[in-house]
């Protein structure tokens, strides 16, 4: 029986749950600390587990605890000097999007990761969606021929319900970005994946159209994110992508949708109806589809397995014990970082930003 791999996690909120119980459906795992400078959320997180390390401090946790597997779950600013903290404790890391505040920053961290010998994980959750990494697969198949044109939305309603309050998202000093990083890193990594090619130049809009919001107390505070953006980009090899985010779409709860034409055919999906595609393969799919501007609805294939299992915070386990899977790695977060400081060079000058 091999030793269990030593797990703890830095900022115990909200995604740091997933993390926690998606890395324990491995089995073989210890939990041996946590850390957060909450004091109640310490306590919810070390109810379940009382034999680990709880401190607000992460480095007297990552010192006590000596973990493995690290997962930084903090807010975006503090990412960077997580990482570099949970390297420097011989930790392997799982680290949320967006990888971090500035370009220079995810760099630093890849930088240290390699220095480190240690594995490094974005969390780029979209990668899961069996639709997404269905047609991911089709068209490196070359099921819909060369791409042409890359469509993409990730729309969220929640600031603009009434009952929203300012949180840190809200905040550019904490988050670095509003819904281009939170959303837009999303969208960025997801097309990268399910098209298989880079993006070489953007030119993009970013605003706040919320310009305050209620604070947990009533009172007014001033909304420093943007709250919806938008962006153009040619993708190596000529294709064209649209892309646009936003906080405040008022009828959409969560709806990210991708839509990929090339000369055979098209293929979109959509997150909240992850076990299909929509899909018009011209005559290959029917005598007539090719004639009619529907996407017909398929089934993802109920024996679909993926050539790489859903790269979940877990999947480092996996490869902790020896497999070969692929999984977002620290040089993905940095390219998806690399595109979203283009997007606010171009915003800042008003040109085309060239990767
Ligand atoms: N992959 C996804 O789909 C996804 C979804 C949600 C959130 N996220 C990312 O996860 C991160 C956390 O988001 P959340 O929704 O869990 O936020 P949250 O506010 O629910 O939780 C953040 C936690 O971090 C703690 N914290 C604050 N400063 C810290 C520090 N210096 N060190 C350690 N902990 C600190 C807070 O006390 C809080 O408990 C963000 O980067 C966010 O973008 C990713």
């Known amino acids: 029986m091999p030793a269990p791999l030593r797990y703890a996690i830095v900022g115990t909120g909200g995604i740091a749950r997933h993390h926690l119980s998606q890395v324990l459906e491995r089995g073989g795992i210890e939990v041996v600390g946590f850390s957060d400078p909450c004091a109640a959320s310490l306590e919810r997180f070390g109810a379940a587990h009382p034999k680990a390390v709880r401190h607000r401090d992460p480095r007297v946790m990552l010192a006590k605890?000596?973990?493995?597997?690290?997962?930084?779950?903090?807010?975006?600013?503090?990412?960077?000097?997580?990482?570099?903290?949970?390297l420097a404790a011989g930790a392997h890391v799982i680290c949320e999007k967006p990888m971090a505040m500035t370009l220079a920053e995810a760099r630093r961290m890849e930088a240290a990761r390699r220095r480190a010998r240690r594995h490094g994980l974005i969390n780029f959750s979209y990668r899961n969606c069996p639709s997404f990494r269905f047609a991911r697969e089709?068209?490196?198949?070359?099921?819909?021929?060369?791409?042409?044109?890359?469509?993409?939305?990730?729309?969220?309603?929640?600031?603009?319900?009434?009952?929203?309050?300012?949180?840190?998202?809200?905040?550019?000093?904490?988050?670095?970005?509003?819904?281009?990083?939170?959303?837009?890193?999303?969208?960025?990594?997801?097309?990268?994946?399910?098209?298989?090619?880079?993006?070489?130049r953007v030119i993009g809009l970013a605003r706040t159209l919320v310009p305050n919001m209620p604070d947990a107390h009533g009172k007014p505070r001033a909304v420093t994110t943007d709250t919806n953006a938008a962006f153009l980009a040619e993708f190596e090899g000529g294709g064209i992508g649209t892309f646009e985010t936003s906080q405040t779409?008022?009828?959409?709860?969560?709806?990210?949708?991708?839509?990929?034409?090339?000369?055979?055919?098209?293929?979109?999906?959509?997150?909240?109806?992850?076990?299909?595609?929509?899909?018009?393969?011209?005559?290959?799919?029917?005598?007539?589809?090719?004639?009619?501007?529907?996407?017909?609805?398929?089934?993802v294939p109920t024996g679909f397995v993926s050539a790489q299992p859903p790269p979940s915070p877990a999947v480092l386990a996996d490869v902790l014990r020896g497999a070969k899977h692929a999984y977002p790695t620290f040089a993905d977060g940095v390219r998806v970082q690399a595109v979203l400081a283009a997007i606010q060079r171009s915003e800042r000058n008003g040109r085309w930003a060239t990767l």
């Open 65 to 86: 605890a000596a973990p493995d597997l690290v997962s930084i779950c903090a807010p975006n600013r503090n990412h960077c000097a997580l990482v570099l903290a949970a």
């Open 138 to 200: 089709m068209i490196a198949a070359g099921e819909i021929g060369r791409i042409q044109r890359v469509n993409v939305v990730y729309l969220q309603s929640w600031l603009g319900v009434s009952s929203a309050r300012f949180s840190w998202r809200n905040d550019r000093k904490i988050a670095g970005f509003g819904a281009l990083g939170d959303l837009g890193a999303h969208m960025i990594d997801a097309a990268r994946f399910v098209s298989g090619l880079e993006i070489r």
């Open 249 to 299: 779409a008022i009828g959409y709860g969560n709806h990210h949708r991708i839509e990929i034409s090339g000369s055979r055919g098209t293929i979109a999906v959509l997150s909240s109806d992850d076990k299909q595609i929509w899909m018009n393969l011209g005559d290959r799919l029917s005598r007539y589809a090719s004639w009619t501007t529907s996407l017909p609805e398929v089934a």
